[in-house]
């Protein structure tokens, strides 16, 4: 009693001197409900600001911000460091980043496109022509990058792997890969390869010549490969004019010699390293993804294309389109779309020696 006593008469001389905040009252009412011998209400307690106390999940997003910001101030120091220190390294080191983060970003665009079509039930000729293109793509990077992951599975074979990749980057390594000036010189040997078949294919259309039963189609064929072996670029009706002929013996697709196989699966780039039925295989399947990425892009339209894309396309078609101006590709391109969209399934021979017979003579570009 006595030490309560002493309390109150303080109290009042300092409320005597200094009028009491909110604060101070309300901590002693807190005080007096104590000295009473009550426990303290939870209501009596005083209030505190939460802004003093960070929640769990603030906590977990202010330490994430941090190692983050943390992070991207080490790899900025690395990046100076090595562009200053090893130039060359980081020009690979950054092409090689690159090239990981776009082929991710096609892996997760193939991902998408596939899941649409299994959720609408859409076959591939169905599909826009973008996407379309981009699946045919993605296929053949994803081919090239297993086979070197499969030789990459013995122990100790991926140090030997990378030393491959850095000396034979054409062989091993993909378009995301390639610095731009290796983009265009590896363009230049790929279509400089499928070149040497030309001739070999011009030859054997002259040799069978004779086996075409209707004359007037024996002439136009005849016409047309010596229109070419002199230089000159074939119109598109003079292709068209023997569309026939490849509608059986000796130019269909069933009909074609093994050797005559051979050499139009180095002009579409693909392997002549296999068996006949294969390589029959081979090619009719891929003539027939060019003849639907055709339809769809005719669809489409050439002008909705951009530069880059017209210059592949091309490129794909048999033109070296890496040193020809885009309105020059584009016109090239109209010619082609011209003719395999006039072609039936039963016809589309003609579209595989088209490679031949439309890009051979194109502005000068035969050497």
């Known amino acids: 009693m006595a030490l309560s006593r002493v309390c109150w008469a303080r109290a009042a001389l300092w409320g005597s001197a200094v009028t009491p905040g909110p604060f101070v009252t309300r901590r002693l009412q807190l005080g007096r409900s104590c000295f009473a011998g009550g426990a303290p209400r939870l209501s009596d307690l005083p209030y505190r600001s939460s802004k003093l106390h960070l929640t769990p999940k603030a906590d977990v997003k202010s330490l994430i911000s941090y190692v983050v910001t943390k992070t991207k101030a080490i790899n900025g120091t690395y990046h100076r460091l090595l562009s200053r220190h090893f130039p060359r ?51 053949r990077d994803v081919t090239k990058c297993l086979f070197v992951g499969v030789i990459s599975i013995p122990p100790l074979t991926n140090y030997l792997v990378f030393l491959l990749m850095y000396l034979f980057p054409r062989q091993l390594l993909i378009r995301h890969f390639w610095t731009p000036k290796q983009q265009i010189d590896f363009l230049n040997i790929y279509h400089t390869l499928r070149k040497q078949s030309h001739s070999e294919i011009m030859n054997y259309l002259e040799k069978v010549v004779p086996l075409v039963s209707d004359a007037q189609l024996r002439w136009h064929l005849k016409d047309l490969c010596t229109k070419i072996q002199n230089g000159t670029h074939p119109a598109v009706h003079d292709i068209l004019a023997i569309r026939e002929c490849f509608c059986s013996h000796p130019l269909s697709m069933n009909q074609l010699q093994a050797s005559h196989m051979k050499a139009l699966s180095r ?9 006949p039925p294969l390589l029959r295989w081979r090619l009719q399947s891929h003539t027939t993804v ?25 490129y794909l078609r048999g033109l070296n389109s890496t040193h020809i101006a885009e309105d020059r590709c584009r016109t090239w391109l109209g010619e082609w779309l011209q003719i395999s969209c006039s072609l039936k399934e039963a016809e589309l021979s003609l579209l595989l020696h088209n490679v031949v017979l439309l890009s051979t003579n194109y502005l000068g570009t035969r050497r």
């Open 267 to 275: 002009a579409m780039l693909l392997t002549s390293y296999l068996p």
């Open 290 to 314: 060019i003849h639907h990425l055709d339809r769809a892009l005719a669809k489409l339209g050439v002008g909705q294309l951009t530069a880059q894309e017209v210059k592949s396309a091309c």
């Open 89 to 139: 390294f980081y020009t690979l080191y950054t092409i090689f980043m690159k090239g990981i983060q776009m082929l991710w970003a096609d892996a997760k665009e193939a991902r998408r496109i596939k899941a649409n079509m299994r959720k609408h039930n859409i076959k591939f000729h169905q599909l826009s022509y973008r996407e379309m293109e981009h699946l045919r793509q993605f296929r």
